[in-house]
């Protein structure tokens, strides 16, 4: 879902942590992830038509409420379950593009470690708002040659990310906002000096392309400069139509 916070783990010895991690995964491999002693599918309100990941029929909202607990209840172990064994995860805001498993489980590592002194601070992300449908074999249409005014490695680089999976075919789409609260445990974030202490919240958006009720395709934005304007570190916009 969201990286924010691997650079403070440069140092960290994930490979070891990886290992050891990726053979319980191994193991543990279809365990049913319990939230609060229910099943995710009875958990929230409408997975209890069996909507979420690992229940039949349209996906909903609780399919958006089963992904986000699973991240960060279940952990990387459990929510790599989610992701189709030829999928694409990409944070645009940070410049994310990942489309290997054991990197992709590496990546979320960090946040197995949610609890109140973690260095990754504590995070609360809520899905505001669903909109998704049936979208049977399916795929993305990529634009036949670069606009005018790009060179073919300019247009590469601002392209490459969207593009990265355009051939896996998707029978289910989803639009999910979501509200994005932190506790900030570090002085530094993203390189904004101040947060330790403080308290943000931003919007953001993930948009996901399923193909047998797992992600093929992962897009996120949210909203960095929002962050930056709580910190101190950067100024509100102007909202210069309104009188």
């Known amino acids: 879902m969201h990286l924010a916070y691997l650079d403070s783990m440069r140092h960290a010895d994930l490979d070891a942590e990886a290992a ?22 009875l958990a ?13 029929g349209r996906m909903g909202m609780g399919t958006g409420e089963d992904w986000i607990d699973t991240f960060f209840n279940g952990g990387a172990a459990e929510i790599v379950h989610y992701y189709a064994d030829d999928f694409v995860f990409e944070d645009v805001t940070l410049y994310q593009t990942i489309s290997n498993k054991d990197e ?8 197995n470690n949610n609890g109140p002194d973690s260095p990754v601070g504590v995070h609360q992300f809520d899905v505001i708002r669903y909109d998704g449908g049936l979208a049977k074999n399916s795929r993305g249409i990529a634009r036949k040659s670069a606009p005018e005014g790009y060179d073919a490695a300019a247009w590469a680089s601002a392209s490459s990310g969207t593009l990265a999976g355009i051939e896996l075919e ?8 979501w ?7 570090a002085d530094d974030f993203l390189g904004l000096k101040g947060a330790k202490g403080k308290t943000t919240t931003c919007r953001g958006i ?6 047998n009720r797992k992600i093929v395709r992962e897009t996120t934005h949210w909203n960095f ?8 570190a950067l100024e509100a916009p102007l909202l210069f139509w309104k009188k």
């Open 104 to 111: 992709l489980y590496r990546a979320f590592l960090p946040f």
């Open 206 to 211: 993930t948009f996901h392309c399923y193909r």
């Open 170 to 177: 998707y029978d289910e789409w989803a639009v999910m906002q």
């Open 179 to 185: 509200v994005w609260k932190a506790k900030h445990n």
């Open 44 to 56: 929230f309100a409408d997975t209890a038509a069996g909507k979420g990941f690992k229940g039949t």
């Open 225 to 232: 400069r929002e962050v930056g304007v709580q910190l101190g």
């Open 20 to 41: 050891a991690g990726r053979r319980q995964f191994l193991r543990n491999a279809g365990a049913t992830l319990l939230v609060g002693g229910v099943v995710p599918s």
